[in-house]
C-alpha cells in the first residue's frame, strides 16, 4: 500500500462514523441511548417510526461499532459503546448550533421566552441545589433518571408530575430539565407548573450535556 493508498483508508475509516450519523433518527437514537438502555420496541416507539427501519438504523450505528446490544428473554437491547459516543453527538449539535443559522432560530422558537430559561451557571446550580435553595426536577422517565441524573435531582417524570405536586414547595425555585436541548418534556414541565403558580425555569442541559463538560453525574 503506498501513501496515498494508506491516507484514503485512513479518512474513510474515519468516515464511517459519519456515514453512520448522517441519519436525524440515528442522531436521535444515539440522544435516546445517551439516557440509558433501550429495547427496539422502546426506541421504535419513541423515534414514531415502524420496528424495521428502526431495526436498520440500529444496524448501520452497530456497524460502525457505536452502539451494541444483549438479549434479554425475547428482547433485544441496545446500548452506546462508550460515554464518548453521546459527547460526539453534544459536540455536533453544538456545532451546527454556532455554524447553522435555521437551526438556532428553530431553537429560538422552542425558548421564546427568555425567562424560561435557567441563567445560573452549573457550579452555582449544584451548590444551590446541595444547599436545598432550589428544587431540581428530572422529567424524564424513571428507568433513565435511575440510570444516571444531575446531581441532587428528583426524580418526576412529566406524567407524574400533576399528581405530585404536594411534594414541590412553592417558596423555591424550581428547575425542570429533561434529555437536553432538543426535548419538550421540560417545556410541559415548565407550562404545568406555571400554571399551578410555581417558580419554575427550565435547564437546557441533560445528562449528555453535563457528563460533556466533565462534571459528575449521580446514579
Same mark, same amino acid.
Given at each position: 500500500m503506498n501513501k496515498r493508498q494508506l491516507k484514503d483508508a485512513l479518512y474513510e475509516q474515519v468516515a464511517r462514523i459519519g456515514k453512520a450519523v448522517s441519519?436525524?433518527?440515528?442522531? /436521535?437514537? &444515539?440522544?435516546? +441511548?445517551?439516557?440509558?438502555?433501550?429495547? !427496539?420496541? *422502546?426506541?421504535?416507539?419513541e423515534l414514531g417510526i415502524d420496528i424495521k427501519l428502526t431495526s436498520a438504523h440500529l444496524r448501520a450505528l452497530r456497524e460502525a461499532h457505536l452502539v451494541t446490544s444483549r438479549k434479554e428473554g425475547k428482547y433485544v437491547i441496545y446500548r452506546?459503546?462508550? /460515554?464518548? &459516543?453521546?459527547? +460526539?453527538?453534544?459536540?455536533?449539535?453544538? !456545532?451546527? *448550533?454556532?455554524?447553522?443559522?435555521?437551526?438556532?432560530?428553530a431553537l429560538g422558537e422552542m425558548v421564546a421566552a427568555p425567562d424560561k430559561l435557567l441563567t445560573l451557571d452549573r457550579a452555582n446550580l449544584l451548590q444551590q441545589?446541595?444547599?436545598?435553595?432550589?428544587?431540581?426536577?428530572?422529567v424524564r422517565p424513571s428507568e433513565e433518571?435511575?440510570?444516571?441524573?444531575?446531581?441532587?435531582?428528583?426524580?418526576?417524570?412529566?406524567?407524574?408530575?400533576?399528581?405530585?405536586?404536594?411534594?414541590?414547595?412553592?417558596?423555591?425555585?424550581?428547575v425542570a430539565y429533561c434529555r437536553g436541548p432538543f426535548c419538550l418534556f421540560s417545556e410541559e414541565a415548565y407550562q404545568l407548573l406555571c400554571g399551578h403558580g410555581y417558580r419554575v425555569h427550565k435547564l437546557l442541559d441533560g445528562v449528555s450535556e453535563w457528563q460533556a463538560a466533565g462534571l459528575t453525574l449521580a446514579t
Open positions: 441519519s436525524p433518527k440515528r442522531l /436521535e437514537i &444515539v440522544e435516546l +441511548l445517551a439516557q440509558g438502555e433501550k429495547t !427496539v420496541e *422502546q426506541l421504535t416507539s452506546l459503546t462508550g /460515554e464518548d &459516543v453521546a459527547g +460526539l453527538w453534544v459536540l455536533l449539535r453544538e !456545532v451546527a *448550533q454556532r455554524h447553522l443559522l435555521d437551526l438556532r432560530l441545589a446541595r444547599d436545598g435553595e432550589v428544587i431540581v426536577i428530572d433518571y435511575a440510570h444516571a441524573h444531575l446531581p441532587y435531582a428528583r426524580s418526576m417524570p412529566i406524567d407524574e408530575i400533576t399528581t405530585r405536586l404536594h411534594e414541590l414547595p412553592k417558596d423555591k425555585q424550581i
